[in-house]
């Protein structure tokens, strides 16, 4: 079932968000969260991120403006790893609230309330137009960086604020997912290395008694999938469509970890 579920969601993702820039990692990280804590989905997200974001620089990497990844990617590498520090030191505070629906255990986290408030801001910015059509200009490339990157090593929600500070640079097309899939992948070397040091080496046990290597593997071959079809065939749907499913589904999801559901 959670090969199926992890697999079916990548692919899908993966496809949706191609020509965007982000989605991959805000949508991916609560379907692991189904399976496992918080902080360990959102670093099985970050491999699954990092992998398909290598994939899609093998596409369409060489369009990338390198000047562009420099001032963006410098800072925001740097944050992600005090992001993911924060993840690391939230992740240990004990439930907040626990309780029960029927045989189900819920429980309401430090670190689920701030992914779902954080989830929670960023569906905002798919579904309200005016959110949705902000942007700032160059100067404030390497502040959009360390944000971003901050916000990436904390929660994986990254790419919204990437496309914020990067869609009114002038790029191309291509030279604008070049640039977005380059930094990406700085971001997600920084962040995977300090989750890596922190609680996933704590929880190793716990990740491969559940199989996460193996999910982490499908969801991965999954992306690839979903970024050949989205690279394919997805120049037929508008943007604003994506933008109001991905909206739609994070707010549906930041309700299920805010209240513990998930």
């Known amino acids: 079932m959670e090969y199926?579920?992890?697999?079916?969601?990548?692919l899908v993702v993966a496809a949706l968000t191609f020509f965007s820039g982000f989605g991959l990692g805000s949508l991916l990280m609560p379907v692991f969260a189904l399976f496992f804590?918080?902080?360990l989905?959102?670093?099985?997200?970050?491999?699954?991120?990092?992998?398909?974001?290598?994939?899609?620089?093998?596409?369409?990497?060489?369009?990338?403006?390198?000047?562009?990844?420099?001032?963006?990617?410098?800072p925001a590498a740097l944050f992600a790893m005090i992001g993911a520090l924060l993840l690391n030191r939230i992740s240990d505070i004990p439930p907040i609230v626990e309780y029960a629906i029927g045989s189900r255990s819920c429980s309401v986290t430090a670190v689920k309330l701030v992914?779902?408030?954080l989830i929670?801001?960023?569906?905002?910015?798919?579904?309200?137009?005016?959110?949705?059509?902000?942007?700032?200009?160059?100067?404030?490339?390497p502040f959009g960086g360390a944000i971003s990157g901050f916000f990436g090593g904390l929660s994986g929600h990254q790419g919204e604020l990437r496309t914020v500070f990067l869609i009114k640079l002038g790029l191309t097309k291509e030279a604008f997912?070049?640039?977005v899939v380059l930094s990406a992948v700085i971001v997600d070397i920084f962040r995977l290395a300090v989750y890596g040091a922190t609680f996933v080496?704590?929880?190793?046990?716990?990740?491969?008694?559940?199989?996460?290597?193996?999910?982490?593997?499908?969801g991965i071959g999954a992306?690839?999938?979903?970024?050949?079809?989205?690279?394919?065939?997805?120049?037929?749907?508008?943007?604003?469509?994506?933008?109001?499913?991905?909206?739609?589904?994070l707010l549906m999801l930041a309700l299920g970890l805010g209240s513990g559901i998930i």
């Not at 991120?49 to 899609?56: E, M, P, V």
């Not at 960023?122 to 902000?134: C, K, M, N, Y």
């Not at 080496?201 to 499908?218: K, P």
């Open 4 to 10: 199926a579920v992890i697999s079916l969601a990548a």
């Open 37 to 39: 804590p918080v902080e």
């Open 41 to 74: 989905a959102v670093a099985a997200t970050a491999a699954v991120h990092l992998a398909n974001n290598i994939f899609k620089a093998l596409l369409i990497g060489r369009k990338a403006n390198l000047g562009v990844v420099a001032r963006f990617a410098i």
């Open 115 to 117: 992914i779902a408030t």
């Open 120 to 141: 929670f801001i960023f569906a905002l910015f798919e579904l309200v137009p005016r959110l949705s059509r902000f942007s700032l200009g160059p100067k404030y490339v």
């Open 177 to 179: 997912i070049g640039t």
């Open 201 to 218: 080496s704590r929880d190793v046990g716990l990740l491969e008694s559940r199989g996460a290597q193996y999910l982490i593997l499908w």
């Open 223 to 249: 992306a690839f999938v979903g970024s050949l079809i989205g690279r394919i065939i997805l120049r037929k749907i508008t943007m604003h469509s994506i933008q109001v499913v991905v909206g739609v589904m």
